[in-house]
C-alpha cells in the first residue's frame, strides 16, 4: 500500500525538480535582485536616518524580515505557476487520477 504512495511522491518530486531545474535562473535571479535593492533602499538609505533602536541596528532588524519575505513570495509563486502551467498543458488530469493520498 505504502510502496505505490512512495512512487507516485518520487515521481511527482522528479518532475518539479526537472521544472525547476529548467526554471531555475527565472526562480533565483529576480528574487535576489529585489531583495537586494530592498536591503539598498530600506537598510543603507533608510537605515542610516533611523539609526538604532533599543540598541538594535535597524538592518539587523529588517535583514530577516526582507529574507522571509522573499522566500514566501517565491514559494508560493513556484507552486502557483507549476499547477497553472499543469493546467494549461492538460495534465493535471493525470495528477488528479493518480493513486496519491492527500
Known amino acids: ?17 526537472r ?22 533602499i530600506f537598510g543603507q538609505l533608510i537605515g542610516a536616518k533611523i539609526g538604532s533602536i533599543n540598541n538594535i541596528n535597524y538592518i539587523d532588524y529588517i535583514a530577516p524580515v526582507l529574507i522571509m519575505m522573499s522566500v514566501i513570495t517565491n514559494a508560493y509563486a ?6 497553472f ?14 493513486p496519491l493520498p492527500n
Do not use: C, D, H
Not at 1 to 17: A, D, H, N, P
Not at 85 to 98: C, D, H, P, R, T
Open 19 to 40: 521544472r525547476f531545474m529548467n526554471v531555475w535562473l527565472q526562480t533565483i535571479l529576480p528574487p535576489a535582485v529585489t531583495t537586494t535593492l530592498y536591503f539598498i
Open 85 to 98: 502551467m499543469s493546467k494549461m498543458f492538460k495534465n493535471i488530469e493525470e495528477l488528479l487520477v493518480s
Open 78 to 83: 513556484n507552486v502557483s505557476s507549476s499547477f
Open 1 to 17: 500500500m505504502y510502496r505505490e504512495y512512495y512512487i507516485g511522491f518520487k515521481t511527482l518530486v522528479r518532475k518539479e525538480v
